[in-house]
């Protein structure tokens, strides 16, 4: 009797056979530009022990939402280029999702100041961009900023069955990394003054986000049509459905053993 092997499923570089290099799952490491807004709020308040001001940050970092768009062709990608594929999405990260900023607090004269912050991106020329915060009291304020962060998705797909009517599943799962912290300088001046003056104070950096700072991204199942053995292929959207990279070919998606 001969042995009998199981079929499992995997993407295959190639069309099978002899020499097919298969991987029952793909690994994939993609810089992206994560959109971001920081929302934050500064308040004043007396030191009674230190007989001193200062005030306190704190807030969010609320990510733009991302998409992972599988693409399922009946070629591999570019052999027909009248051959758009079959698409489907999974929500990656909820837009909103946010990231709590660490809580600090800053020394600062007694009497409310009017604060200004520096948030570094290292997209910009200069790193940083400069706006009043307002002034800081023992009531709240509140601030937003807009800035695009520097991620990189670990994504992990995995091919599954295919069943009768053509479809095929895939499941997405991973993190995505933020290297770099991201910092804030905050500065205290006289009045509204935008520019520097000698009778300004810097009341120190916050880190707004710490290097090496995780975002899961949970298990994701997508079902696409694309036929017995259908070439998969992955890129990354945004919100708005805009793509923040290139597409990346997967291989076949194939049932081997």
Same mark, same amino acid.
Do not use: K
């Given at each position: 009797?001969?042995?009998?092997?199981?079929?499992?499923?995997?993407?295959?570089?190639?069309?099978?056979?002899?020499?097919?290099?298969?991987?029952?799952?793909?690994?994939?490491?993609? #810089?992206?530009?994560?959109?971001?807004?920081?929302?934050?709020?500064?308040?004043?308040?007396?030191?009674?022990?230190?007989?001193?001001?200062?005030?306190?940050?704190?807030?969010?970092?609320?990510?733009?939402? =991302?998409?992972?768009?599988?693409?399922?062709?009946?070629?591999?990608?570019?052999?027909?280029?009248?051959?758009?594929?079959?698409?489907?999405?999974?929500?990656?990260?909820?837009?909103?999702?946010?990231?709590?900023?660490?809580?600090?607090?800053?020394?600062?004269?007694? #009497?409310?100041?009017?604060?200004?912050?520096?948030?570094?991106?290292?997209?910009?020329?200069?790193?940083?961009? #400069?706006?009043?915060? @307002?002034?800081?009291?023992?009531?709240?304020?509140?601030?937003?900023?807009?800035?695009?962060?520097? @991620?990189?998705?670990?994504?992990?797909?995995?091919?599954?069955?295919?069943?009768?009517?053509?479809?095929?599943?895939?499941?997405?799962?991973?993190?995505?990394?933020?290297?770099?912290? =991201?910092?804030?300088?905050?500065?205290?001046? !006289?009045?509204?003054?935008?520019?520097?003056?000698?009778?300004?104070?810097?009341?120190?950096?916050?880190?707004?986000? !710490?290097?090496?700072?995780?975002?899961?991204?949970?298990?994701?199942?997508?079902?696409?049509?694309? @036929?017995?053995?259908?070439?998969?292929?992955?890129?990354?959207?945004?919100?708005?459905?805009?793509?923040?990279?290139?597409?990346?070919?997967?291989?076949?998606?194939?049932?081997?053993?």
């Amino acid at each position: 009797m001969g042995r009998s092997f199981r079929q499992f499923p995997a993407f295959v570089e190639y069309g099978g056979g002899a020499g097919t290099v298969a991987h029952s799952t793909a690994h994939l490491s993609l #810089e992206l530009p994560v959109p971001a807004e920081l929302r934050a709020t500064l308040i004043g308040r007396r030191d009674w022990l230190a007989r001193r001001g200062v005030i306190a940050l704190s807030g969010a970092i609320h990510l733009g939402g =991302l998409q992972a768009e599988v693409v399922f062709r009946a070629s591999p990608a570019g052999d027909l280029p009248t051959d758009l594929g079959n698409r489907a999405t999974a929500s990656i990260v909820t837009a909103g999702h946010a990231i709590p900023v660490p809580l600090q607090c800053f020394a600062a004269a007694s #009497e409310p100041v009017h604060v200004w912050a520096r948030v570094m991106d290292s997209g910009r020329q200069p790193p940083w961009t #400069e706006h009043s915060v @307002g002034r800081c009291s023992r009531l709240p304020v509140m601030f937003g900023h807009l800035l695009t962060l520097r @991620g990189t998705l670990h994504a992990m797909v995995t091919p599954g069955e295919s069943i009768s009517d053509g479809r095929t599943r895939i499941e997405i799962g991973g993190e995505i990394r933020f290297e770099r912290r =991201l910092t804030a300088r905050f500065i205290a001046r !006289p009045g509204e003054q935008p520019s520097p003056s000698s009778d300004e104070v810097d009341l120190g950096e916050a880190v707004l986000m !710490p290097a090496r700072t995780i975002v899961p991204v949970g298990r994701h199942t997508v079902w696409g049509m694309g @036929g017995a053995n259908p070439w998969i292929s992955l890129r990354i959207l945004g919100s708005d459905g805009r793509p923040l990279g290139d597409e990346h070919a997967l291989g076949r998606a194939m049932q081997v053993r």
